[in-house]
């Protein structure tokens, strides 16, 4: 399985972006892709998730009401709609995949098997 993320780049405070991740090399109805983020000097936390094949999305109760997670089946592309965008939001954003435990939703670093490389997002003030 191979993620490639894109769509980062520097926005003003208020801004939007819309991040996306092209995912190639498996069958994906089984999987949760999430993304993550990580600011300089900090660890990396969890965004938002979607199932690949049920549509479902939960999210990082930080990032309800900005974000939105969404993919497209035709294309094998997850989006990440960043909204109301804040300096805080700077971070190198990733996107990663798994094939979850039954009935699990997950959301840690180390619940992911596969991850693309990161798009910088600078947000200034």
């Known amino acids: 399985v191979q993620l490639q993320a894109s769509g980062g780049g520097l926005v003003q405070a208020g801004g939007s972006l819309r991040l996306s991740c092209a995912a190639s090399?498996?069958?994906?109805?089984?999987?949760?892709m999430g993304w993550f983020r990580q600011a300089p000097g900090k660890e990396r936390e969890f965004v938002a998730a979607i199932g690949w094949g049920s549509g479902n999305t939960y999210y990082a109760d930080s990032m309800k009401g900005r974000f939105a997670v969404s993919r497209d089946n035709a294309k094998n592309t997850m989006y990440l709609q960043m909204n109301m965008l804040k300096p805080e939001d700077t971070a190198l954003y990733y996107c990663?995949?798994?094939?979850?435990?039954?009935?699990?939703?997950?959301?840690?670093?180390?619940?992911?098997?596969?991850w693309g490389q990161g798009t910088l997002v600078t947000v200034s003030s």
């Open positions: 090399g498996g069958t994906f109805s089984a999987y949760i």
């Open positions: 990663a995949a798994t094939v979850p435990r039954r009935g699990t939703y997950p959301a840690a670093v180390g619940d992911y098997r596969y």
